[in-house]
Every structure is written in C-alpha cells, then in structure tokens.
C-alpha cells in the first residue's frame, strides 16, 4: 500500500516536471467576489479567527490549481516550503512514542469550539494506518505501518519523517496532509514524540 | 405522508454505505433500522409535523402565516419546489437556498422578527428549531422528485461558479478545503467514508437527495445548512454565519452535481 501510494505520487510529480498543462483549472471567478463570500460567511468572526483563513502564497497556488500545480509553481513550493522549516535546536528528533501515539489518537484542537489550553492532537489516526491495534483509522493518506522498521530505523529517514510531519509541503506540493509544525499546530516536542512513534523499535507501529 | 414514510424505509432497506465496523454509532443506527420498520417511528416525521403546523400558524406583527410565501413555485406551492433550490428569486432579487427564503418570507409576509429564529437555527435538547422543521416539512414535499437545479438566470450560474471556487478554497491552520475530503473517490477519515462531491453522479445524487436528515448522534433533523457549518468546524475555520451566501453558493454547486437525484427525506443518519 505505502509503496504503491509512493509511486502513484512521483508518477504525479514526474508529470508534473515534464511540464504537463494542470489538469484542473479554477473557474472563471474573479477571486474579489470568492474573498467578499468568505468575508460574508465569516466576516463576523473575531479578528483573530479571521486572520486564520487569510491565504498564504501556497494555499492560493494550490486552490487555484486545484492541487496540481505546473512544475514551475511546484518547485516553488517545496522550495518556499523547505525554507519554512525549522528542525530541532538540539539535534535530538526521537521523543517519547507513548505521548506520540496519543498525539496522533487525539484530532483536539483548533475548531472554534475547543478550548485552546487543552493539549492539541496531530489527528494522524484519521488520515493514516499506524499501529495493528487501532482498527478505526482513516485511509486519506498511505498506512505507516511498520514505518521505522521498513526504513531500518535509518537517521535520515527519521529527518525526513521531522521534515514531513512539520511541513508536508516541503516534499510534496499541494498535499492534503496538513502543515502542522509550520502552522503552529504541533510544537517542536510533540513532533519528536510522533518521529519517535514511527522510528522507535517499541512502538506499536513497528511491532 | 405514509407514502414518505414507506419510500425511506425502503431507503434504509437499500442500505447505507455499509462500514462493518463496531462504531458505537454504527450499531445506534442498526438499532434505529430496526426501529424505523414501524413505520411512524422515523423520529424525523416528528419534525415534519411540527413543521407543518408552523407553515399554518398566524404569526409576527402581520399576524399570517406563511401559505403565501412563494418558494419558487408559485406563493404558496410546496410540492416540487425543493428539488430545485436553491434558485433565483426576482422579488429579492437574489438566489436564495430553502432556509435564505424562509427567513425571506417571515421578514416579508409575516414581520417576524427572526432574531429568535435565527437563535435557535440549530435545535438541541430542550430547545427545538422553527427552521429545522419548516425545513423537514417543506423538503419532505419533494420526495420521490429529482433533484431538478435552476441554472437558467446568470446570477445562478454565478452562484454555481462561486460555489466550485469555495469548494477549492484552502484555508485555514489545517490547510483543508472541501476537496481535501470530498474529491477523491472511497477514501475515509477514521470510520467515515467521504462522498466525492465535485463531480456530478450517484455519489453527489445519494448525499443531496438525502438532506435535510434525521441524525442518530444528534437526535435532530439536520439541514444542509447544519452540515456545512459542521463541516467548517472540522475545517478548523470560524463559526460559519447561518444563511450566508457563500452556503447557499455551496449548496447550489453541490445540487447542480446531484442533478438527477432521487429526493428521500428525511432520511436517517449517523
């Protein structure tokens, strides 16, 4: 399964460097009156929750090419992507797997209704397959069972597993898998406890 | 009324996207089936009734009822006229979905102040909601019609269009637009399976066509308004504002994908 969403993913980036037209292009809307209907909706909100819904550039790329971006705008955003991450002072990218697997259970955090001092969840469970246990997890993203075990526990692999979970779009542009280190969502702590849920022998996602 | 009551049983017969999984909520919904085998038990009729008595009852400063409010068919003509909302109405000069026009036509025909209405959009233990019911009356006035879009007036067709944009518009801390969980096609976040709802065909149909709906967890009728604040609330975006345009636009792009639907409601869901 992960190898086989692996390589429907670089077929997509590999069309996408060859310079294939978008397949899908936004309608003919002109983006003030898409704008004046999201202030119309959620004008009444406080400032601060508006400005969560302002776009940056690559959400505006990326709901303009409904996701599949030309290969220039592509490289664009993993490059700015890239740039926005920001890996641990210390060097050190494993935590705790049993607070991780709590992290990734728990999907707290963020609707207007939560209480913002409770701790946030990563959500993982319902876009991903981690561990045999959980039989109620979603398949919007590959299952990562067996993530670290498969990768031979590799360092780099870990880093690049540091790199995803912070910002999913510094390795693949327009992914559905959310920025959760770069939009603040997860701290730096939390997302060394979930590399250490995929790269730690004892958790249950390599048992 | 019977008549209804018997094409959603047959409905739930035909059998809801099957996940067999122990959910709590899955095996409250078998409970429910079984209930729902006597036919004047789908708890959503509760809804319709209330509903029907509040079309008929004198009300506002006008004291009137709302027999002639016009919702597209004709003033006072409730058969069909759901299966083509929401559409352009040239009195207000807007396009309007079933709960916009509702409101429309207590401010209008009745003067009601609708600030309590709009209170209590979303009804909830204790506390029941006008519009959830007028909804559940009027909507149920369709059943067994299809879903039948007004795309004829160019301020419709600019509501479809702004409607798809929305759909495609990503925001917020979790980056999420509605494509994100409802483009692709038998994907699921933890138990629940995603309609895909921006193309046309039976998905879109069978979601459309089953709103407003009686929801187990809930144990109220919801509307498509509920569903798209609900669906918001995941998004991690603000409280969505009742009876904005940017719903309806939704809503009228989401219809014109389910064109040809076969409308059963109040339906019954998790």
Redesign the interface.
């Known amino acids: 399964m992960r190898h086989m969403i692996k390589a429907v993913g670089s077929l997509a980036l590999g069309g996408l460097l060859l310079g294939q037209p978008a397949l899908a292009q936004s309608p003919k809307v002109d983006p003030a009156t898409v704008e004046a209907a999201v202030k119309g909706v959620f004008g009444h909100a406080p400032a601060e929750w508006q400005q969560r819904i302002v776009q940056d550039e690559t959400q505006k790329a990326c709901s303009l090419y409904r996701n599949q971006p030309p290969a220039d705008v592509a490289t664009a955003i993993t490059e700015r992507e890239t740039k926005n991450v920001v890996l641990p002072a210390d060097g050190k990218l494993l935590g705790d797997w049993k607070s991780g697997e709590k992290i990734a259970q728990s999907g707290y955090g963020g609707r207007h209704t939560d209480d913002p001092k409770l701790p946030l969840g990563g959500n993982c469970y319902a876009c991903h397959q981690l561990s045999k246990s959980e039989l109620s997890f979603g398949t919007m993203g590959p299952s990562l069972l067996e993530y670290g075990k498969i990768r031979k526990y590799g360092a780099d692999d870990a880093k690049a597993a540091y790199i995803k979970i912070y910002n999913a779009q510094a390795v693949f542009p327009c992914s559905n898998m959310p920025r959760l280190g770069h939009n603040k969502h997860l701290n730096e702590q939390q997302i060394k406890d979930l590399v250490a849920l995929l790269f730690d022998q004892e958790s249950p996602v390599n048992k | 009324m019977l008549a209804g009551i018997v094409t959603a049983v047959a409905i739930l017969a035909a059998g809801f996207p099957a996940l067999a ?1 122990q ?1 709590e909520t899955e095996k409250e919904i078998e409970r429910y089936r079984a209930m729902i085998s006597d036919p004047f038990s789908n708890p959503g009729f509760l809804f319709v009734d209330r509903g029907e008595a509040l079309w008929k009852e004198a009300r506002g400063e006008k004291k009137v009822s709302l027999e002639t409010c016009d919702l597209g068919e004709g003033a006072g003509k409730l058969e069909g006229a759901f299966a083509k909302l929401p559409r352009y109405f040239a009195d207000a000069d807007k396009v309007m979905d079933l709960e916009q026009r509702l409101l429309w036509c207590m401010e209008k025909i009745q003067a009601l102040d609708t600030k309590d209405i709009v209170k209590r959009k979303f009804g909830r233990p204790g506390v029941t909601s006008d519009m959830q019911d007028l909804v559940a009356f009027i909507a149920n006035k369709s059943i067994g019609m299809k879903i039948t879009p007004e795309v004829s007036h160019p301020k419709e067709q ?1 509501m479809v ?2 409607g ?3 759909f ?10 509605c ?3 409802h483009e ?1 096609t ?7 399976a ?1 309609p895909v709802l921006s193309k046309p065909g039976p998905a879109a149909q069978a979601t459309m066509a089953t709103w407003p709906t009686y929801r187990v967890s809930q144990s109220q009728v919801r509307t498509m308004q509920h569903r798209l604040w609900d669906c918001y ?2 998004m ?6 009742y009876g ?4 309806t ?1 939704l809503t009228a792009y989401l219809v014109k994908n389910a064109a040809g639907g076969e409308i059963q409601v109040p339906s019954i869901k998790r």
């Open positions: 999984q959910d600019e269009v702004l798809e944009a929305l495609f518009r990503r925001g917020g801390q979790w980056d999420f637009s494509a994100t969980c692709a038998g994907q699921r976040i933890r138990l629940q995603l609330w995941q991690r975006w603000p409280d969505a504002q904005a345009d940017a719903i636009a």
